[in-house]
């Protein structure tokens, strides 16, 4: 049985059952159950059509829960609309999907949450870690974004802007994180683009794939992290770096600028100097004051202090990111980096010490364990 097709199918058969009346939580429950009995049953006799027999399966488990609820005893007239057997539209109904999940009945980050966990296949403490927030906590915001839209009708989709960000937290995942979800993410925002006339869809594609062109000189052949200044940068895909220059220089002429414009506009910058030591680090400065600007955000600001970092010296830098929280995650990395370059590798090792134990994953963790290392033999030379 082939489990990919069965996942690639599952967001357009919840589409389905939702636009048919069915609340998100019950659909959710009904495909889950019709997976469950595509795993018993395909092997031995796969359908002609996966996905009409997925949709007509699902569909009949939640009659049979709605039949089995005293409290759902009206959804009884919606058997005559039980979708007959046969093909089923074959449209990608993912895009779709995320912004029925970004109901107007949730606010923006409970809409993001669920979306994450019900449409973009991640799990509680990787959404947890993308918010900066204890997993617990995580768990406890999407069981209540369930509640909320159970029983609700999907038929009011949500805004653009939440679903933006959806795409934005899903590619973040896939680029660095442990599910590869990165090219979906650019699949879904270039239909989204195609579809809707706005600088901000635009800014997060040109971003998307600036970051995306360098994807291949980000790790070694062991799997190591390979730092920005020391990719290979003949490795990087100029083509896409080009198109995302070109889609992002067309949105900022709109002058209406937002978040993903100006990260976009960060990573042009970086795509566009032909040697670290090139980097037009003043400009990224002028584009990070944008950002905090736009978001207030501690992460922001921390990027931003490596930024001052290099453009006006590790003082400087060590001086802004003095402004801000030591609980934030990878502050003790951009600490030890800072440190480094100021010429104090004994505050720089312990530091990078720190930060590997802090690290959300293993390439991180030895990256920044091997940086304390170097500086220790350094010192015992």
Do not use: H, Q
């Given at each position: 049985m082939d489990e990919a097709l069965v996942r690639s199918l599952t967001p357009g058969v919840l589409t389905i059952l939702v636009r048919r009346g069915a609340d998100f939580a019950a659909a959710e429950d009904a495909v889950q159950d019709a997976l469950i009995e595509a795993?018993?049953?395909?092997?031995?006799?796969?359908?002609?059509d996966p996905k009409g027999w997925l949709?007509?399966?699902?569909?009949?488990?939640?009659?049979?829960q709605a039949r089995a609820d005293s409290a759902r005893r009206r959804r009884e007239d919606l058997t005559e609309d039980e979708p007959p057997p046969g093909p089923a539209p074959g449209v990608d109904d993912t895009l779709q999907l995320y912004f029925l999940c970004a109901h107007p009945s949730l606010t923006p980050s409970s809409a993001v949450a669920l979306t994450l966990r019900a449409v973009g296949g991640l799990t509680t403490r990787q959404i947890a870690r993308a918010y900066l927030v204890p997993e617990a906590t995580m768990a406890q915001r999407i069981s209540r974004a369930k509640r909320t839209v159970s029983g609700v009708r999907f038929d009011r989709p949500g805004d653009v802007a939440t679903v933006l960000r959806v795409l934005y937290l899903v590619f973040n995942e896939g680029y660095s994180g442990d599910v590869d979800l990165a090219a979906e993410a650019i699949r879904l925002t270039r239909q989204l683009a195609t579809a809707i006339d706005h600088p901000e869809v635009a800014g997060l594609l040109a971003l998307m794939l600036l970051h995306h062109a360098r994807r291949a000189s980000r790790t070694g052949p062991d799997g190591s992290l390979v730092p920005l200044a020391e990719q290979d940068r003949g490795r990087w895909d100029t083509r896409m770096i080009a198109e995302g220059i070109g889609i992002l220089q067309a949105a900022l002429a709109r002058d209406r600028l937002g978040e993903f414009q100006a990260q976009a506009a960060v990573a042009a910058l970086h795509a566009d100097a032909p040697t670290a030591g090139e980097t037009d680090w003043v400009q990224i400065v002028e584009w990070y004051d944008e950002l905090a600007r736009l978001t207030d955000s501690p992460v922001v600001r921390l990027n931003r202090a490596v930024a001052i970092g290099e453009a006006d010296g590790p003082r400087a830098g060590l001086a802004a990111l003095a402004a801000l929280d030591e609980a934030l995650p990878r502050y003790a990395a951009v600490a030890a980096y800072l440190h480094e370059r100021d010429g104090d590798p004994e505050t720089a090792a312990r530091l990078y010490a720190e930060a590997a134990r802090k690290a959300p994953n293993l390439a991180e963790r030895d990256h920044l364990t091997r940086q304390a290392a170097r500086l220790n033999a350094g010192r015992r030379r």
């Open positions: 795993f018993r049953v395909w092997p031995a006799a796969p359908p002609r949709v007509t399966v699902a569909w009949r488990k939640f009659l049979d």
